[in-house]
């Protein structure tokens, strides 16, 4: 059988659907042959860090109990520290989460009586309750003495340096965080060349300032990371980007080594930090994954790519544009509407491997202050990195998608969500 005939007796994709993704796939092939090129120079970057540590079977082990001298923990962290160009790092799978990676590190820098400013405005929701902007929890930044700053972003959506510069004024500040990728606004991921000035102009008015930068969906999306370009310190999530889809769970965070070790004592104690960890037989799914994250975040840019081509020629506003430079692997689309929204994350979900027939809806997200409807069907459960869809049930009513383990499966995904959403245009 034909493709175009299997999708429609197996999937109900419409010849309509079908021939709409196939004229945008044609559309963005150049784009395509720029992902591959970044792939082949990141893969390369990781197989020679590889080869400089002399991986062996005997990296691939578990350690037990404190896990002291685990070979294979202790070696990914200098192939991390390697590939993100810093003096240090810390890879862990007892860090459940990106948020926990960010929370980590937050509370493993700030001082009471010291600031936090967001430099690209209002943070991720997860972040709110962290920082104290939301909730009365006595565990928040707040409530441990720590004052944070907001630095609006420009009309445009990019960073206002004037008003950072201004706000850098305060003697107080001690962390200025960037965050790279967009989270629930509607405003543009950030490349390295966005986030470069406002990097010089904090280490030239302020080197006493940390400059930290939420990494989450950006890894290996271009050829260097935030590190290489002037911050002290980036952290995210194993189960999105550097995990390739194989990482069962973890964080991890690189940077100064000065500052990973003030970092460390708060993942386990001072005095302690980063010398224990079991491992648990993490290893082998943390190294294989790392490997693959090259390639598989080259199949996540083209499932993103096309999926703006495909929205754009539907005539809806999308986010980045299909011939963009890209900051991470998200790609959003305003519907304007919530019922477009759950029609197109219902469409990613029916492409899925995993729980393919289940039909997703709203509902009270831990974390979160909106119903969120959120498309997952992954390998690893809430593995970003894996063909997901989510949005936030509030106007602009924008899906956020990202992922896709191979470009075939994420093209597949994108043609049941174009048909879902055409036949509610009809």
């Not at 429609?8 to 784009?31: D, F």
């Not at 305060?170 to 950030?190: H, I, N």
């Not at 989450?216 to 995990?243: H, R, W």
Request: glycine letters at 10%; hydrophobic letters at 40%.
């Amino acid at each position: 059988m034909e493709i175009a005939e299997i999708l429609k007796s197996e999937y109900g994709v419409s010849n309509r659907a079908y021939e709409l993704v196939q004229k945008a796939e044609e559309a963005v092939r150049p784009q395509f042959a720029g992902i591959d090129q970044r792939a082949e120079l990141n893969q390369i970057k990781v197989l020679n860090s590889f080869s400089r540590h002399r991986v062996s079977e005997a990296h691939l082990g578990l350690s037990t109990g404190y896990g002291y001298d685990d070979l294979g923990r202790d070696t990914l962290e200098k192939i991390y520290a390697d590939v993100f160009g810093t003096d240090s790092a810390l890879v862990r799978h007892t860090i459940v989460s990106g948020t926990h990676a960010l929370c980590t590190t937050l509370f493993g820098l700030l001082r009471p009586g010291d600031t936090l400013v967001s430099a690209t405005g209002a943070p991720y929701d997860t972040l709110e309750e962290i920082i104290g902007k939301r909730g009365n929890s006595n565990s928040s930044l707040k409530a441990w003495g720590i004052d944070y700053k907001e630095v609006d972003l420009r009309p445009d959506g990019h960073i206002d340096l004037e008003a950072l510069s201004a706000v850098l004024s305060d003697k107080t500040v001690r962390v200025v965080e960037l965050q790279r990728s967009k989270g629930y606004a509607w405003r543009p991921s950030y490349t390295l060349a966005d986030m470069e000035p406002a990097i010089a102009l904090i280490k030239k008015k302020r080197p006493d300032v940390y400059v930290m930068v939420d990494n989450c969906y950006g890894e290996f999306v271009e050829t260097k990371e935030p590190t290489q370009i002037g911050a002290d310190i980036v952290a995210g999530s194993l189960i999105k980007n550097p995990g390739g889809g194989l990482a069962l769970t973890g964080g991890y965070l690189a940077g100064r080594a000065d500052l990973v070790e003030q970092i460390s004592y708060r993942l386990t104690s001072p005095g302690i930090g980063s010398e224990v960890g079991a491992s648990l037989g993490m290893n082998r799914h943390m190294y294989q994954g790392f490997f693959m994250a090259t390639h598989v975040v080259a199949q996540a840019m083209k499932t993103a790519v096309l999926t703006a081509k495909v929205f754009e020629q539907l005539g809806y506003d999308v986010s980045p544009s299909a011939d963009a430079v890209r900051g991470d692997i998200i790609q959003s689309v305003k519907f304007d509407d919530p019922d477009l929204l759950c029609a197109f994350c219902r469409g990613i979900q029916r492409g899925a491997p995993i729980d393919s027939f289940v039909t997703p809806e709203p509902w009270d997200m831990p974390g979160y202050e909106n119903q969120v409807i959120m498309a997952a069907g992954a390998f690893v459960s809430g593995s970003s990195i894996e063909i997901s869809a989510d949005g936030p049930i509030r106007p602009p009513y924008a899906a956020y998608m990202q992922g896709g383990l191979t470009y075939e499966s994420g093209k597949l995904s994108v043609m049941c969500a174009a048909h879902n959403v055409m036949e509610l245009q009809k």
